[in-house]
């Protein structure tokens, strides 16, 4: 418990650096760019899957239930509240925290490991500005567009349910969705994906810098940034749904 609450303290102090750098130049557009496609494009393919399953899945999950009692036109409402306020943020956060988080950590572990990140103190590069902010950036930019994304492909999967079952169709179930759904649903689930973005970058590139030794310490890299970034996301994701509720409701 020590060694974890020791781990938070870095973070915190190592995420507060950010905030000086980012207004410092020279400002890495290519490097951010690069980044960008890295953490959104290439989570497409994972995220398309999970948004569809998750739509498909609850989908099947409520419909049962709401049948008992005579409410199953409340199925595209259910979804898409759960969706956009909850699951979609989390689960889309967690899936590309697997995949993002472990990436930076192994990358930046390995350069710390091969002395590459002296060799750019040595050539006057700063390695945190050069290395954490355009990855930051990257986290907080992408990760809000791939939520929405994963929103969008979990309320066709349960539009696929309704439709096979022949209970209503695309227009009544897109009136139904978008009736349904308030500021007090769409703004809370979207703004605590800038946060998971900025903590599943922030967690990588933390525990790449924290890589010391030889090879083994670079796989240890990947696996902690993993393991805490998912850790955080969830403590954040109870800090915001709390937040979100005073301001709200």
């Given at each position: 418990?020590?060694?974890?609450?020791?781990?938070?303290?870095?973070?915190?102090?190592?995420?507060?650096?950010?905030?000086?750098?980012?207004?410092?130049?020279?400002?890495?557009?290519?490097?951010?760019?690069?980044?960008?496609?890295?953490?959104?494009?290439?989570?497409?393919?994972?995220?398309?899957?999970?948004?569809?399953?998750?739509?498909?899945?609850?989908?099947?999950?409520?419909?049962?239930?709401?049948?008992?009692?005579?409410?199953?036109?409340?199925?595209?409402?259910?979804?898409?509240?759960?969706?956009?306020?909850?699951?979609?943020?989390?689960?889309?956060?967690l899936v590309v925290a697997g995949r993002v988080a472990s990436g930076i950590g192994a990358e930046i572990g390995s350069m710390k490991v091969t002395e590459q990140i002296d060799a750019l103190e040595v050539s006057s590069v700063e390695p945190y500005?050069?290395?954490?902010?355009?990855?930051?950036?990257?986290?907080?930019?992408?990760?809000?567009?791939?939520?929405?994304?994963?929103?969008?492909?979990?309320?066709?999967?349960?539009?696929?349910?309704?439709?096979?079952?022949?209970?209503?169709?695309?227009?009544?179930?897109?009136?139904?969705?978008?009736?349904?759904?308030?500021?007090?649903?769409?703004?809370?689930?979207?703004?605590?994906?800038?946060?998971?973005?900025?903590?599943?970058?922030?967690?990588?590139?933390?525990?790449?810098?924290?890589?010391?030794?030889?090879?083994?310490?670079?796989?240890?890299?990947?696996?902690?940034?993993?393991?805490?970034?998912?850790f955080l996301i969830l403590i954040l994701d109870f800090i915001l749904v709390k937040t979100g509720i005073l301001i709200f409701e």
């Amino acid at each position: 418990m020590k060694k974890f609450f020791t781990h938070v303290y870095e973070i915190s102090a190592f995420a507060l650096r950010f905030f000086k750098e980012i207004f410092i130049p020279p400002y890495e557009i290519g490097e951010f760019a690069e980044h960008l496609e890295n953490f959104g494009s290439r989570s497409l393919p994972l995220v398309s899957a999970i948004g569809l399953l998750m739509g498909l899945i609850l989908a099947l999950q409520t419909k049962p239930t709401l049948a008992r009692f005579g409410a199953e036109s409340f199925l595209p409402a259910m979804v898409a509240i759960s969706v956009v306020r909850e699951l979609g943020p989390v689960l889309t956060a967690l899936v590309v925290a697997g995949r993002v988080a472990s990436g930076i950590g192994a990358e930046i572990g390995s350069m710390k490991v091969t002395e590459q990140i002296d060799a750019l103190e040595v050539s006057s590069v700063e390695p945190y500005h050069f290395l954490v902010v355009p990855r930051v950036l990257a986290g907080v930019l992408a990760l809000p567009l791939l939520t929405a994304y994963a929103d969008a492909l979990a309320i066709i999967g349960t539009f696929g349910v309704v439709y096979i079952s022949g209970e209503m169709g695309w227009q009544l179930f897109m009136t139904s969705t978008v009736t349904s759904l308030s500021i007090a649903d769409v703004v809370p689930g979207i703004a605590k994906t800038f946060f998971f973005g900025f903590t599943i970058s922030m967690v990588g590139c933390y525990f790449g810098f924290k890589a010391s030794g030889g090879t083994a310490s670079v796989g240890k890299a990947a696996t902690s940034a993993v393991v805490f970034s998912s850790f955080l996301i969830l403590i954040l994701d109870f800090i915001l749904v709390k937040t979100g509720i005073l301001i709200f409701e």
